[in-house]
């Protein structure tokens, strides 16, 4: 007998199939009907008033427009709307927010929104100073975390405060206002005061660097300020001395009650109102012990001292636990910039050192250098108290150009997706009548480039590449502080305390720059900012100095780009310090 020919089945309607689920029957499609949705027709609900609805597959209120059904009551996870554009999304629909810029059309209104340019009115809080001075915020440190509750500080610098004692400021982002209604008084902690009562011009904070001692994790745990002098400390007279405020110091008390103190040299007249001018830390020799290393710089002896932290105990003199590294010529300011970073991916980190008063040729031109001392050169360094001089440990690379004052700050930013982080240099030359500018250097090629080696920007070896990119205007002082934001796309932001909008140099207002970068600008010749697409931010406290201090916030709002913290000096209007949690557009 042949095989019985297969039976052939008919495939059920979608609106049918719709119609079984929610437990009525087809039937026949009635005169005056609800109309077909969007070219899909519903079979009816067998009852006596049928009505239409759509499948909310994501429960966001909002049905799918491709599939109605008809029924005869009301029934769960099926609405009358249908107008849903994602529908396994809960958070796109027409109730949804629409978010600017990040590619999804939230609100289901036909597109993506742009978004407007970050404004300092609207995308900034802040707090202002609450005395006038001329050295508020020159110096910023962020990420710390002595409260120990996991939230980032950031540490703000006041060599000027009350009388140029000195001051430290420790801000949480939480208490941050919008505009500038509250002052630091209230919303920020003072770290220390180690002036007291007797008058003394200490200039306390005149540099300020956050880093850590022993702990691994993300945040830093240790505040450090450091003094001018002359100090009293115990019956020593000091001319300098860093003061380290480890977890939880009790921020309330205007002490010099740190968990360590470390002294400086004697007081020598010549000296006695400079002092360290910068600060940084990082990490050195992982694994030994010697998780902290923290870098001071004395620009009038030409001389960095490198202090590793995982050791230190009680008092200690920096002659006794520093590692010198020196210049022979006194007046190059030399490390006036001061930055830690693994620029060839060791685990050691690299120390940056700038000298914006360096010039190639030995003339008066200003043109700024920065040495670069890799991290196995650090390890191998002579013990505490042999100096070593920073052409023969450290690769110079001078620029080749007058008035610019290249390496008067660092920082350092992953421009190029290969995974290591590239240099930013900022800038400043307050004679030259000229915008001021910025070097971004990508150092790939630093192992195969001997220490003790010197080169031009106009003439770098293989796998070294920079660019200079300039404010627009004179002046202006851009690159004066300048910080990398990571994120999805690499951000760096430029500031100009200089800036006016009409090009006076006897005006200072302020301004900052963010700059969206990668490799292909590393590629390029000299550029100005406008040239380049650069936001451009001016302030909205004319006479304040906006931009005289930056640093990256870090992620503080978890939207995968860093936020900014900038200072301001205060001239003519307060000082204030504020973070500005939009960056990009």
């Known amino acids: ?40 027709a519903p079979v009816l609900a067998d009852c006596d008033s049928p009505f239409v609805r759509h499948f909310d597959a994501d429960g966001d209120g909002h049905g799918d427009p491709r599939m109605p059904v008809s029924l005869c009551a009301e029934t769960p996870g099926f609405v009358a709307a249908d107008d849903d554009c994602a529908q396994l999304r809960a958070d796109v629909s027409p109730s949804s927010t629409e978010v600017c810029g990040d590619g999804r059309d939230n609100d289901c209104s036909g597109g993506d929104e742009d978004c407007a340019p970050p404004a300092l009115a609207t995308d900034a809080l802040s707090l ?148 360290i001018e910068s600060l940084a830390a990082g990490r050195w020799q992982p694994g030994t012990g010697d998780q902290g290393v923290i870098s001071a710089a004395w620009p009038t002896r030409s001389r960095i001292v490198l202090v590793p932290t995982g050791g230190l105990t009680g008092d200690a003199s920096l002659a006794a636990v520093g590692v010198p590294l020196a210049h022979t010529d006194t007046a190059i300011d030399l490390g006036q910039g001061l930055h830690h970073a693994d620029l060839d991916g060791d685990g050691l980190d690299e120390l940056v050192v700038g000298a914006p008063g360096f010039d190639r040729d030995g003339s008066t031109e200003d043109g700024g250098a920065l040495w670069i001392v890799t991290g196995d050169t650090l390890a191998g360094l002579p013990p505490s108290g042999t100096e070593s001089l920073l052409d023969t440990v450290g690769v110079r690379i001078a620029h080749d150009g007058a008035d610019r004052g290249m390496g008067h700050r660092v920082d350092s930013l992953e421009m190029d997706e290969d995974g290591l982080p590239e240099l930013i240099l900022g800038a400043f030359e307050e004679n030259g009548g000229q915008p001021g500018r910025v070097g971004l250097l990508d150092v790939d090629g630093l192992a195969a480039l001997p220490a003790g080696t010197a080169h031009l920007d106009t003439a770098l070896p293989g796998g070294v590449r920079m660019v200079t990119v300039a404010g627009d205007e004179p002046f202006d002082y851009a690159g004066f502080s300048v910080a990398g934001l990571a994120g999805p796309q690499p951000r760096v932001a430029i500031g100009a305390p200089g800036r006016d909008g009409t090009g006076a140099d006897d005006t200072i207002d302020g301004a900052i720059w963010i700059l969206d970068v990668d490799g292909t600008i590393l590629d390029g010749s000299h550029e100005e900012l406008g040239d380049l697409g650069a936001l451009l931010l001016p302030t909205d406290q004319p006479g304040d100095g906006l931009g005289t201090g930056m640093a990256s916030a870090g992620d503080l709002d978890e939207d995968g780009e860093d936020e900014l913290w900038i200072s301001a000096l205060g001239l003519t209007a307060p000082g204030r310090v504020a973070l500005l949690l939009r960056t990009g557009s």
């Open 128 to 275: 202002v100073s609450d005395d006038t001075t001329a050295a508020f915020g020159v110096h910023l440190a962020p990420g710390l975390d002595l409260s120990g509750d996991g939230v980032a500080e950031l540490l703000v610098g006041d060599g000027g405060h009350d009388g140029e004692r000195g001051h430290g400021w420790l801000v949480q982002p939480a208490a941050l206002v919008g505009g500038t209604a509250d002052t630091l008084d209230t919303g920020g902690a003072t770290l220390a005061d180690i002036a007291g009562d007797n008058g003394v011009e200490t200039r306390l904070g005149q540099a300020v660097a956050s880093g850590w001692t022993d702990r691994l994790d993300g945040l830093r745990d240790t505040a450090l300020l450091a003094t001018a002098g002359p100090l009293d400390i115990g019956g020593n007279d000091v001319e300098t001395a860093i003061f380290l405020f480890a977890s939880n110091p009790g921020l309330e008390a205007e002490t010099p009650d740190a968990d360590l103190v470390l002294l400086g040299a004697p007081v020598d007249p010549t000296f006695s109102y400079n002092g």
């Open 1 to 40: 007998m042949p095989p019985r020919p297969a039976r052939l089945r008919r495939r059920p309607r979608p609106g049918l199939v719709l119609g079984l689920l929610a437990g009525c029957g087809p039937g026949p499609v009635a005169p005056g009907a609800a109309a077909p949705v969007r070219g899909v």
